[in-house]
């Protein structure tokens, strides 16, 4: 097994994710949604600091597939200490050639879907998840209100 040495960059860089939660899923990186949500936790799993977060999970993975990107591969360029600029042009660079409005869709896409259109094991997991996790009487209209209910953006 290899390890990725970390630029002292990084240290400031990375979020404590112990301490406040990544971007918003639907922040852009790079043109993407999801792709400033995997930054973050990807600098703070080569900082130590990702707490209860995962990187390379279901939704990161959902941008790595539709970006043709491996997890591996953006997770060294990250290393470097690049900036979020740096990280967003890389990313440009290194997807499969899609074109803004097949990106848009996909976006919109990722923005409007709702639990009941993901993976049975999503479905499963979310539904206790969201029970426990967010508050009472706030409807989940979309995958995304979730990340964002738990972590206080609305």
């Not at 936790?41 to 790595?64: H, I, P, Q, V």
């Not at 049975?120 to 706030?138: C, S, T």
Request: aromatic share 12%.
């Amino acid at each position: 097994m290899s390890t990725i040495a970390v630029s002292e960059p990084i240290k400031h860089l990375a979020r404590d994710l112990s301490q406040e939660p990544p971007r918003s899923p639907r922040e852009t990186l790079g043109g993407y949604v999801i792709a400033a949500r995997v930054l973050d936790k990807c600098r703070a799993f080569l900082n130590g600091t990702l707490g209860e977060y995962d990187f390379d999970c279901f939704m990161d993975n959902m941008f790595f597939g539709f970006a043709g990107i491996q997890a591996g591969d953006f997770k060294a360029f990250v290393a470097t200490g690049a900036s979020d600029e740096q990280v967003g042009e890389w990313i440009k660079a290194h997807a499969q050639q899609k074109d803004r409005a097949e990106v848009v869709k996909w976006n919109n896409q990722c923005r409007y879907t709702t639990p009941k259109d993901m993976p049975e094991r999503f479905q499963v997991f979310m539904e206790d998840y969201i029970a426990e996790n967010l508050p009472k009487g706030r409807p989940v209209y979309h995958v995304f209100d979730i990340f964002d209910l738990e972590e206080g953006r609305i």
